[in-house]
């Protein structure tokens, strides 16, 4: 069938409704063994490692079969355009909610930085924590008045995290390169930029597993270090999870656009792909700022 | 007008909630008598907004009534298809709005002089400063500036009679017409200090001090409980705040400072105690502290509470013992007694190994118990 | 090009049967079905725990429970009530109507629409296990309240996690949901429906998912960051580390406060259908309570520390956290005020939903009023933790929640089935249910100001009269849904069927399709003129 028409008979029928599905259910399946595995594996209850794994392999296949259910879909121009419409607001939406979700952790940070620390220290109109503080100067970095997790050094932001930042915006850089490719149906082009960004990607995780490594070795800056600990842990390890996260899908898309799955007017996949991209990206800088450099 | 409109409010709803509920003043329907300026502020804003909020239900249920009534289908009414292009229907929308604005600006206003009253914790060298500690299920009152320091603990039914729940052990004494400065913390959980009578309540925060404060004008017992969920007996964990003249104060105040250093001279003693001092002394403990969960007969409550009669933990290693009396078990209800004396914790120690049939024989000393106090904490690190 | 078209033909009209129709669909119909079949079975569970609640507290004394058992009970209770009863109530009813309401084929996304859907059983199968480890030997039960607050959530044993991962299974469940219905509003309307033609309930789902999915990722990240604190030795909420036990409150509440305004929502929209079709008069101010209910959302996000006026705030923040609570009352009151005006001069009858509609406007400007009474921070002082905001939530979150959707039910049940329920049984069930609400909760107000803390498995004498009546209500209340749910079941297994017009005075695109409705909704694009 060629692909005009194509997209002629998507654009003229009816909203595509798909048939009755196995995959929410396994999805559901998939995900609740997820958390009843760590549930019972952070208690130290071995059986939940064997339920985690199990559900890794599930979720791992079920990803494999849904969306490759849902590129058969879009190959065989199921769906028209108000489809398509639905799926980028959909993924626009959800993309919003992980904006939320970060800035929960951005709020904490502020919160325990600007009140949290001053009330601490005997600060402001409620000054009568010292009472319980007596010598603790509350200055950020601190790992709190009982210092827990003992001495640390705070992490640099002209070391590595720069260089990071310089990648993650070359790599915004590359995937739209990569997207201009498409639009002008150059395959090389596209392949080529989807190569470097996935290559950014990775190495980015590199560095930062790189630094962790670097911090809990030389700097005794760990999970455990107070609330300076916490915190950079918790935005950082999120915000390198998500990376990871794009970086596999954009492996995922690299290897549709190797198969010539995108045609200019056409491409939703790619797309949601770009948009995480840069979303992660925006993060990293909000990150670079107020993590590294404040 | 203003006041006019306060003391109406007042009577309208005073009324209304007489007529609803029984109107006995033992089983109360409203804020107990208010027993400082605080708290009086407070009950009059209180029954400001109570006031205002009776009257606007008033008005919308009569309206509601009203409409219900006479614009029935049964009735025959047509409905009025062109209502919203009445004079009502075009300028309802912005005489609502404005007229809610007005109620609410007035209600937040009329709060503003109170708000700044109860927030503004007065400075100066003559504020009592008491440091109110939460524990779980306890509660340490520390008169800073004094140096003494009161526990008091809930009391089971059998002393407490009608007021179980609401009486303690040790009240929390103070003085009239001074101004009290309360510095709250915590050492584990979350709790709030409440004396419905002070009209207010502050969260106890482990690690941070918040600070309330009350001049107290009446004196009297008055009793409140804990108000912040703070585990299995967030119920047991009563406030009795007994208000005494300020000389019946400084006598109590002198009287508690003896006892406290007879007691401290006691507990440094090199004295060797006999099995019998250390198992009264235990026992005495035990039922203030340990009973509420453990029960007097050291049965427990299985299986959230544990019988300690016949208890491994109890009749293994003195070691082991201590080890859960000071440190608590994670995760449990068992919290830390760490607090406790050396000389408590060791005839807590021997009463346990000798009561209810737990014949170990063992005699603890204060002297064993400091130097186990050593180990554990070097052991845990 | 036309064996595409043909396929797609016969697929629409394949309709699936047995197992495959129930677990793997893609019909916004059969979704909502599930929806509303799991919402009751939750309504009965988060009952039986209050019953067991207010058994306990009928006197003085520890009788029934443990206090441990009571405290994880309650916190069972509203979980289930709130993420396992009303939300999947009213986002069953979302799945029903919308289609319906806006002329489209069906959900805008019908696999996540199932996906939403299966969370949710997952999610309350975790919740029912936190609640059942504890006897399993998994440590200690949560006796924390549905508000988790740390240090109290750190101490308690695995169950804990389970809770944890119960909600984030029940959060994502909500964000998927509500990205379908935010998604499908905004695309699958008819054409010709512009958003200011777009009927009532919709809006308020509008308004209502977008609040959720900008809330709930913040719960997901606080109950996270309290499983760190739990397992991997992190200070978020631990003094002693620099942090503070507050931060995980304002996580809490920044989620908490909307989360009260996504339950009155939806109820609202459903309420905002029912006076207008028995006063036989259109909604009075149709755009006003559009505004009113984006407004309500706006402020409602900015609000949140009003639970926690006795964290010690500073006279600042304490003062614009009160005026800014106290405001919601104008776009709250503009919604009631738009009800009683559509009421007014109509043409009333008053059928099961109206009754309820007509209750709900009194019950909940009460609720409402009480509101206002705790925003008011000085005399929040006295009222906060007490049995005083026990009363003024159960008469927001029944009036305002549970309510409206019973009375969506009985207004939709024949639309939805095609029989019509017996009007003289649904009168009884009004009656009762009110009664027992009234008792049950009004004594409470009493039992707070009198200076009853919450969260109490024991009292004092003092407190015995009211607790009494409330208890005595409750048994009332609660048997008035066995009424219920038999109403339900009879109706849909050999009621009366429907004529058409079910309701004389009902508008809209919803109306015009058979009653039940086909299988797939508009297959053809109503146009509206
Ligand atoms: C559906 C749920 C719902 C709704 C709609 C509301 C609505 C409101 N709530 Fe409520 N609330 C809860 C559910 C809800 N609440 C819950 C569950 C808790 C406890 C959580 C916990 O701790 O476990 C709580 C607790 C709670 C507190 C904390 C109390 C404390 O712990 O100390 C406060 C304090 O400000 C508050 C205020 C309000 C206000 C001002 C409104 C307003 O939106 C009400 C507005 C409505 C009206 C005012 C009536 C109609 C208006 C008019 C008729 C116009 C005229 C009115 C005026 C001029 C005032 N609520
Ligand atoms: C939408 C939410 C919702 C709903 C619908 C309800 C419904 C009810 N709630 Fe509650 N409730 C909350 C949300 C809700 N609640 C929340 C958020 C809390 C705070 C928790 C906390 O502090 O952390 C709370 C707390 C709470 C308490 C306070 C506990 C305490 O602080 O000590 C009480 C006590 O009376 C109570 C009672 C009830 C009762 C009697 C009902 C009734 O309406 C229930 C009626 C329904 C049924 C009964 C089910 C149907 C019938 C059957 C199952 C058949 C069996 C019936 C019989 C045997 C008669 N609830
Ligand atoms: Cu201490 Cu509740
Ligand atoms: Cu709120």
């Not at chain 3, 936190?130 to 006796?143: E, H, L």
């Not at chain 3, 109403?487 to 058979?514: D, M």
Request: aromatic share 14%; with cysteine.
């Amino acid at each position: 069938m060629d692909p005009e028409e194509t997209k002629m008979s998507a654009e003229h029928a009816a909203y595509y409704i798909p048939q009755p599905s196995p995959w929410p259910l396994v999805a559901t399946a998939a995900a609740f063994g997820l958390l009843l595995g760590t549930a019972l594996a952070v208690n130290g209850v071995a059986a939940g490692n064997y339920v985690l794994v199990t559900a890794l392999g599930v979720f791992a296949f079920l990803l494999y079969a849904w969306f490759g259910e849902v590129i058969r879909e879009s190959l065989n121009g199921h769906y028209n355009e108000k489809v398509d419409r639905s799926f980028r607001q959909g993924m626009f939406w959800f993309i919003a909610s992980e904006v939320f979700f970060f800035l929960a952790f951005f709020g904490s940070l502020f919160y325990l930085r600007m009140i949290a620390l001053p009330w601490l220290g005997g600060e402001g109109y409620l000054g009568a924590s010292q009472l319980l503080h007596e010598g603790f100067a509350a200055h950020w970095p601190t790992s709190g008045p009982a210092a827990v997790g003992g001495a640390f050094t705070p992490m640099g932001a002209w070391g590595i995290p720069a260089l990071n930042t310089a990648i993650l915006l070359t790599s915004g850089a590359t995937i739209t390169w990569a997207h201009w490719g498409l639009k002008m149906e150059r395959r090389g082009h596209l392949v080529w930029g989807l190569v470097a960004t996935v290559a950014l990607g990775l190495l980015f995780v590199a560095l930062q597993a790189y630094e962790y490594h670097e911090a809990y070795t030389h700097l005794n800056l760990t999970l455990r270090s107070g609330i300076y600990g916490s915190t950079f842990y918790l935005l950082t390890g999120f915000h390198g999870f998500h990376v990871t996260v794009g970086a596999i899908m954009l492996l995922a898309i690299l290897g549709r656009s190797l198969r010539g799955h995108f045609k200019p007017a056409n491409h939703f996949g790619f797309e949601a792909v770009a948009w995480y991209w840069h979303f992660v990206d925006v993060v990293w800088l909000g990150l670079f700022v107020f993590v590294y450099l404040l | 007008m203003a006041e006019k409109l306060k003391d109406w409010a007042a009577r309208v709803s005073g009324t209304l909630l007489l007529a609803s509920g029984p109107a006995s003043a033992e089983y109360g329907v409203n804020f107990p008598p208010p027993i400082s300026e605080g708290a009086r502020q407070i009950y009059d804003v209180h029954m400001l907004t109570l006031g205002i909020a009776t009257v606007l239900m008033v008005i919308v249920t009569a309206i509601v009534a009203y409409s219900v009534w006479a614009h029935r289908k049964s009735r025959g009414f047509e409905a009025d298809a062109r209502f919203h292009e009445t004079w009502f229907g075009r300028w309802g929308w912005t005489a609502v709005p404005m007229l809610v604005l007005g109620i609410d600006l007035s209600i937040a206003s009329s709060a503003q002089t109170t708000l700044e009253q109860v927030w503004n914790v007065p400075e100066g060298a003559d504020l009592l400063d008491v440091k109110v500690t939460g524990h779980q299920w306890w509660w340490e009152y520390d008169y800073i500036d004094h140096g003494i320091k009161v526990e008091s603990r809930a009391t089971m039914p059998e002393q407490a009679g009608d007021n179980y729940l609401r009486d303690v052990d040790h009240p929390l004494v103070l003085p009239t017409g001074r101004k009290i400065r309360f510095l709250h913390t915590s050492t584990d959980v979350l709790h709030a200090f409440w004396v419905p009578a002070l009209a207010f309540k502050k969260d106890a925060i482990p690690g941070y001090v918040t600070e309330t404060w009350a001049e107290i004008e009446q004196e009297g017992l008055f009793r409140g409980q804990c108000a912040e969920l703070c585990g299995t007996w967030h119920s047991r964990m009563p406030i009795v705040v007994k208000a005494v003249s300020p000389g019946e104060f400084d006598e109590w105040v002198a009287a508690r400072r003896a006892s406290m250093e007879a007691a401290a001279a006691e507990a440094a003693s090199d004295k060797e105690w006999t099995r019998d001092e250390l198992f009264a002394r235990g026992e005495q403990t035990y039922n203030t502290v340990c009973a509420a969960c453990h029960q007097v007969n050291g049965e427990g409550l299985p299986p959230a509470f544990p019988a300690l009669k016949g208890s491994p933990v109890v009749l293994g290693p003195i070691q082991g013992h201590l080890d859960v009396i000071v440190n608590g078990r994670p995760g449990t209800a068992m919290q830390a007694f760490g607090q406790l004396s050396d000389l408590d914790i060791a005839a807590l120690t021997t009463f346990e190994r000798n009561a209810w049939g737990n014949e170990t024989g063992d005699v603890i000393q204060p002297q064993a118990v400091a130097a186990l106090r050593g180990e554990t904490r070097s052991a845990s690190r | 090009m036309s064996t595409t078209a043909a396929v797609l033909e016969a697929e629409h009209h394949a309709r699936p049967t047995g197992f495959r129709r129930w677990l793997f669909s893609t019909n916004h119909k059969d979704i909502g079905t599930l929806y509303l079949t799991f919402a009751l079975i939750m309504l009965f569970l988060g009952g039986i725990s209050a019953m067991l609640i207010r058994a306990e507290l009928f006197m003085p004394g520890l009788q029934l429970l443990d206090p441990d058992l009571y405290n994880n009970l309650i916190t069972n209770h509203a979980l289930l009530m709130i993420f396992g009863a009303v939300m999947p109530a009213a986002a069953g009813m979302a799945n029903w109507m919308i289609p319906l309401m806006i002329g489209a084929p069906d959900m805008a996304l019908p696999r996540m629409n199932n996906l939403s859907f299966w969370l949710l059983p997952a999610g309350a199968t975790m919740l029912i296990l936190s609640f059942v480890v504890p006897f399993f030997g998994g440590g200690s039960q949560i006796n924390t309240g549905w508000t988790l607050y740390p240090p109290l959530s750190t101490q308690v044993g695995m169950a804990m996690d389970f809770l944890i991962f119960a909600l984030h299974l029940m959060g994502i469940s909500s964000i998927l949901a509500s990205i379908n219905i935010i998604v499908t509003l905004l695309n699958m309307r008819a054409p010709g429906m512009t958003l200011m033609k777009m009927p009532i309930f919709c809006w308020a789902w509008l308004v209502t998912a977008f609040l959720l999915i900008l809330v709930m990722p913040v719960l997901a990240g606080g109950i996270t960051m309290l499983l760190f604190d739990r397992h991997f030795g992190t200070s978020f909420f631990n003094a002693a580390g620099g942090g503070d036990p507050v931060l995980f409150q304002h996580l809490f509440w920044f989620f908490g406060h909307p989360e009260v305004y996504i339950l009155l929502l939806p109820a609202f929209g459903i309420v905002a259908h029912i006076i207008p079709t028995f006063a036989r008069k259109p909604l009075f101010g149709y755009k006003v309570v559009v505004g009113s209910l984006l407004g309500v959302a706006t402020l409602g996000m900015v609000v949140w520390a009003h639970h926690q006026y006795t964290i010690g705030m500073s006279l600042a923040a304490v003062q614009y956290f009160m005026i800014g609570t106290i405001l919601i009352s104008i776009p709250v009151g503009l919604i009631v005020f738009s009800f009683i005006a559509t009421m007014w001069r109509g043409s009333m009858t008053f059928e099961t939903p109206m009754l309820f509609a007509v209750a709900i406007i009194l019950t909940f400007t009460f609720g409402g009023l009480s509101g206002i009474m705790l925003a008011v921070v000085p005399a929040d002082m006295q009222y906060h933790d007490s049995m005083f905001v026990v009363a003024h939530f159960h008469y927001v979150l029944l009036p305002g929640a549970v309510f409206g959707l019973l009375a969506g039910v009985f207004y939709w049940l024949p639309k939805w089935t095609g029989r019509m329920y017996d009007e003289r049984l649904g009168k009884i069930f009004f009656w009762t249910n009110m009664v027992g609400f009234n008792l049950t909760f009004f004594p409470q107000h009493f039992l707070g100001l009198a200076g009853m803390p919450r969260r109490i498995a024991d009292y004092n004498m003092i407190f015995t009269e009211f607790n009494v009546v409330s208890s005595v209500g409750a048994l009332l209340f609660g048997a008035s849904f066995l009424l219920f749910a038999y109403i339900v079941v009879q109706t849909v297994r050999n009621g009366k069927r429907v004529e058409e017009p079910v309701w004389e005075g009902a508008r809209g695109l919803e109306w015009q399709l058979p009653s039940p409705p086909p299988f797939h909704s508009w297959e053809k694009s109503p146009v509206l003129t």
